[in-house]
């Protein structure tokens, strides 16, 4: 009896998504964790968790297991993975599901960091563990044709990591990974607002402005929004209103930084691929490439055409779940490298 064993997991610092073969992506959950901190049982896991950050009581730790994209609390992203699992599942016990799982990694990573996912899937119930990295399922994911000797450039901005790479022939040809991504957007306008207005906000609500008045390029026309924090000075409640010109302002500091990480990757990219590049442009994915105009201000500063790939949240996990039918196709999905 075949129960659709084959899942992709991308395993990301800000949300966890399951494609399901067959289904498609199944689950998208925040990576977080509710835990009692006296007795150590899990309160919640995903969206549950979620609502909890930052408000929390002393006796309970909301935790994001995962920080830059790599497992930083080992066993909080077993009980995890082991919570998201059973749920895909529909609570089919281990015994009975031992699911093959093929998990996204950033393109830099260490052993031990690979050996944790490994680990991690191994423990939450999977037969077979596969990784894969993260620029070539976001390819996979956004519709490339990786297998041709044609080059293919991706920058896929996660919340934790940014994963640029030049592909030919599924492997990266040339590949960097920067901590800089959708969680330093964040934290980019929270010391903003709190050097500019002296109002502490929370990352939520940071978040929050990211993605409703956010921009990398100027928007063509002013947004401003409503934001409550704690004023600095006098400790109590105040409610300021950003807008979008200051949201370039703030976030002009990790934009410029993922410039200069795909200008870097330019570089380093051999002239034939560089051609091919300039005629078929370059693809963004992941959630940070929503933010407004990074294409464009992209585009603007290399000359290259920037698109931004069709549901560009779901295009690893999308990706991480393809490559299970292309197993014969990579010769180094096994090992992760």
């Known amino acids: 009896m075949h129960f659709g064993m084959d899942i992709g997991i991308d395993l990301g610092t800000a949300s966890v998504l399951v494609y399901v073969k067959g289904k498609g992506v199944v689950l998208r959950e925040p990576s977080v964790v509710a835990i009692n901190s006296k007795t150590g049982k899990v309160l919640a896991v995903g969206e549950g968790a979620s609502l909890m950050l930052g408000r929390t009581p002393g006796i309970v730790d909301a935790i994001r297991p995962l920080r830059d994209g790599v497992i930083s609390d080992f066993k909080v992203t077993e009980v995890m993975l082991k919570a998201f699992i059973n749920r895909v599942c529909k609570g089919l016990r281990a015994k009975y599901f031992k699911p093959t799982i093929v998990v996204c990694v950033p393109s830099v990573i260490t052993p031990v960091e690979q050996k944790a996912v490994e680990d991690a899937c191994k423990h939450a119930g999977a037969k077979d563990v596969y990784l894969i990295r993260e620029p070539i399922a976001a390819a996979i994911g956004a519709g490339i044709d990786i297998t041709k000797a044609c080059g293919s450039m991706i920058v896929d901005i996660g919340g934790g990591t940014t994963d640029i790479a030049v592909i030919s022939l599924t492997q990266p040809v040339v590949d960097f990974s920067l901590k800089v991504a959708g969680d330093k957007f964040d934290e980019a306008i929270v010391k903003h607002v709190r050097r500019k207005h002296n109002v502490l906000i929370g990352e939520r609500t ?70 091919d590049i300039s005629q078929r442009g370059i693809v963004m994915t992941g959630g940070g490439a929503l933010l407004y105009g990074l294409d464009r201000m992209l585009a603007a500063k290399i ?16 990706g991480t779940g393809k490559a299970l039918d292309m197993m014969d196709k990579f010769s180094a999905l096994s090992d992760g490298t």
């Open 303 to 318: 000359g290259i055409d920037v698109v931004v790939a069709d549901d560009a949240i779901s295009c690893v996990a999308i």
């Open 206 to 275: 940071a978040e929050e402005l990211k993605i409703n008045i956010g921009c990398a390029y100027p928007r063509e026309e002013e947004l401003t929004m409503e934001v409550r924090g704690r004023n600095l000075i006098t400790g109590m409640p105040a409610t300021i209103t950003i807008n979008s010109t200051e949201m370039l302002e703030a976030l002009e500091e990790p934009v410029s930084q993922i410039f200069e990480a795909v200008h870097t990757v330019l570089e380093r990219t051999p002239p034939e691929l560089m051609a």
